[in-house]
């Protein structure tokens, strides 16, 4: 299990976060919702040790995370596909992928790949091209692609929905759920909930830093205040 716990962090003088609980399990999506500025995307670099946190802890598997570097805690199982996707645009698909599984040896990302393949098919066609030259979907699916290379058994995803169609949103959540199922914890940062939600089998809300409300997924798309701020309903909150 990712367990994160009271974890406080921030920037300077300010905190964003203030004392965040959440867990997710080997098989498990989690789904994190919360409007610009809660403190998402201020979480999944606290997991991944981007940022170091004011106190609280991260642990995996009953392994505590903190004072681990990035690429230490890539090791362990950790991997974050960055809001930004974080591709080097200059390269091909194929050696941005490599780079995923370069921590490994050479050796694993061999392996690696058709696996990744299997996950995302159209990347096939694309490991000649520049990253730089892709579609926003392909290049998402290179993101994920990438962190996947490091047999991951623990993914946070943020907002890997952001500026893709609704189609090709689906079909990158069906191949996050499809993960999920073969095992690996997931950890699914996003503003589309009506599809997040979907695919999830928990759900948390983030507002100003604070876990708001959390349930199962189907529990959180009946909630009021989740109908209203993320479903487009009317809510009464
Ligand atoms: N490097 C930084 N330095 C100072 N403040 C920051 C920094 N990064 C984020 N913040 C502030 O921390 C708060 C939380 O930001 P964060 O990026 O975690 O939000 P978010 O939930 O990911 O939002 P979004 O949905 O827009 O991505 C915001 O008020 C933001 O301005
Ligand atoms: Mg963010």
Do not use: W
Not at 15 to 24: K, R
Request: proline letters at 4%.
């Amino acid at each position: 299990m990712l367990q994160i716990s009271d974890l406080v962090a921030g920037y300077g003088a300010a905190d964003v976060l203030h004392g965040i609980d959440l867990h997710v399990g080997g098989g498990e999506v989690v789904c994190l919702l919360g409007s610009n500025g809660a403190g998402k995307t201020t979480l999944a670099r606290c997991v991944a040790g981007l940022l170091k946190p004011r106190s609280g802890s991260v642990t995996a598997d009953g392994d505590r995370l903190d004072g681990l570097a990035p690429s230490q805690r890539v090791r362990r199982g950790i991997a974050l596909v960055p809001e930004d996707r974080g591709l080097f645009g200059g390269l091909t698909v194929a050696d941005n992928l490599e780079l995923g599984g370069f921590r490994h040896g050479r050796r694993h990302a061999v392996d690696r790949l058709p696996l990744v393949m299997d996950i995302f098919p159209p990347l096939a066609s694309l490991l000649r091209r520049s990253a730089g030259t892709l579609s926003g979907g392909e290049q998402q699916m290179t993101a994920i692609g990438r962190a996947l290379m490091a047999d991951p058994r623990y993914l946070v995803l943020d907002e890997p929905s952001l500026g893709l169609s609704p189609g090709m949103t689906r079909q990158i959540l069906k191949a996050m759920r499809a993960l999920a199922d073969d095992g690996i914890g997931i950890v699914l940062i996003e503003q589309n909930a009506a599809l997040a939600l979907g695919v999830s089998d928990r759900a948390a809300v983030i507002q100003r830093g604070r876990i708001a409300v959390t349930g199962s997924a189907r529990t959180l798309m009946s909630d009021p205040m989740v109908i209203h701020a993320y479903l487009g309903g009317r809510g009464s909150v």
